[in-house]
C-alpha cells in the first residue's frame, strides 16, 4: 500500500501520452545506435574539404566555404534547386486530389468492388514506372519521330483557354498536372490507401443521420465526408513533401550525388544535402503550421 501511494497517480491524458512516447523508444534507440553518428559526421564533412590519400582520407577544416560555393559559385545548384521546388508546388496538390478522388471512388459499394480496387492499384505499383521509363528514355517519340511534348502542349492549351476567364498561371498548373499524369499515379499510391482506410473508419450512423434529416449527398460530402478527412490531409501533405524531395527520380538528389567527385567536391555536395535538408524541415514546418489550424480530431 505505501508502495502505491509513492507512486503519483496519472490521468488518461498522461497514461496516454506516456504510452505514446513508449512507441517512440525503438526509433530514438535505433537513432542513437546508427545515425546518431553518421549526422554529426556528416556535418562536420559540410565544414571540410575531403582529400584521398593511400592511407584512406584526410580532412581540412574551411568552415562555411563549402556552403558558399554550392549557393554562390556553383552554376546549376540554385536553379536546379528552384526547379525541383516548382515541381513539388505541383505534384502536391495534383497527387492528393487524384488520391483522394480515387479513395472516394474505391470506397463506394458496387458490385465487383474487389476486383475494381485490385485492377486499380496493379497501375499504382507495376504499370506506372512503365510509363515513367518510356517518358524518361523518349522511346516514343523517337518512334514518332518527334520530339517530346508531353500528353498536352501547353501551347496549343493557351490558344483554346485564350478567350477563357482562366488565368494564365492556372491553365499552366492544369496542363503541367496532365503532362506528369505518370508520375502523379506513380506517388499516389501511399496516399490512396490512407485516404481509403480513413474512409472506411467514419461511423455509418453519422451517415444515416445526416439521410434522415433529408441532407443530399453532396452536403454530406462537405459537412461530414471531408471534416474527417483534414487530418488524413495532413498526414499525406507531410509524407508527400519527403517523398517527393527524397525519391530516387528527382533531379536535386541526382545532381548532388554527381556533385561529390565531378564538381565542387565531397564536402560541397554534403554542404548542398544540408541545405536541402532545412529547406525541407522549413517547408514540413510551414505545411504543417498551416494545415494543422484546420485539423479536428475527433476525442
Given at each position: 500500500?505505501?508502495?502505491?501511494?509513492?507512486?503519483?497517480?496519472?490521468?488518461?491524458?498522461?497514461?496516454?501520452?506516456?504510452?505514446?512516447?513508449?512507441?517512440?523508444?525503438?526509433?530514438?534507440?535505433?537513432?542513437?545506435?546508427?545515425l546518431l553518428y553518421p549526422f554529426v559526421q556528416s556535418v562536420m564533412l559540410s565544414l571540410s574539404e575531403l582529400s584521398l590519400s593511400p592511407d584512406g582520407f584526410t580532412t581540412t577544416y574551411v568552415g562555411l566555404r563549402n556552403y558558399h560555393h554550392a549557393l554562390f559559385v556553383d552554376p546549376q545548384f540554385r536553379r536546379v534547386f528552384v526547379e525541383t521546388l516548382g515541381g513539388m508546388l505541383i505534384d502536391i496538390p495534383a497527387i492528393l486530389m487524384f488520391s483522394f478522388f480515387a479513395a472516394t471512388i474505391l470506397n463506394q459499394k458496387f458490385r465487383g468492388r474487389l476486383l475494381a480496387r485490385v485492377v486499380f492499384f496493379l497501375p499504382v505499383i507495376l504499370g506506372a514506372e512503365v510509363f515513367v521509363q518510356i517518358d524518361q528514355t523518349h522511346y516514343m517519340s523517337q518512334a514518332l519521330g518527334m520530339a517530346s511534348k508531353g500528353i498536352v502542349d501547353i501551347e496549343h492549351m493557351k490558344v483554346i483557354f485564350g478567350n477563357t476567364t482562366a488565368t494564365k498561371s492556372a491553365v499552366e498548373f492544369l496542363m503541367d498536372s496532365i503532362n506528369r499524369i505518370p508520375q502523379i499515379i506513380q506517388a499516389s499510391g501511399i496516399q490512396i490507401l490512407v485516404f481509403l482506410a480513413a474512409l472506411q473508419s467514419i461511423p455509418p450512423s453519422l451517415y444515416e443521420a445526416a439521410d434522415v434529416e433529408g441532407a443530399t449527398g453532396w452536403e454530406s460530402f462537405w459537412k461530414i465526408t471531408f471534416p474527417l478527412m483534414v487530418p488524413m490531409f495532413m498526414v499525406n501533405i507531410v509524407y508527400t513533401i519527403i517523398d517527393t524531395f527524397t525519391s530516387p527520380s528527382n533531379r536535386l538528389m541526382m545532381y548532388i550525388k554527381s556533385s561529390a567527385w565531378a564538381r565542387g567536391g565531397y564536402g560541397v555536395s554534403v554542404a548542398m544535402s544540408w541545405f536541402y535538408f532545412l529547406a525541407l524541415l522549413l517547408i514540413l514546418g510551414v505545411a504543417v503550421a498551416l494545415v494543422s489550424r484546420g485539423v479536428h480530431y475527433e476525442s
Open positions: 500500500m505505501k508502495a502505491r501511494r509513492l507512486l503519483p497517480r496519472l490521468s488518461l491524458h498522461s497514461q496516454r501520452a506516456l504510452m505514446g512516447f513508449a512507441f517512440t523508444i525503438p526509433f530514438a534507440v535505433g537513432f542513437a545506435l546508427f
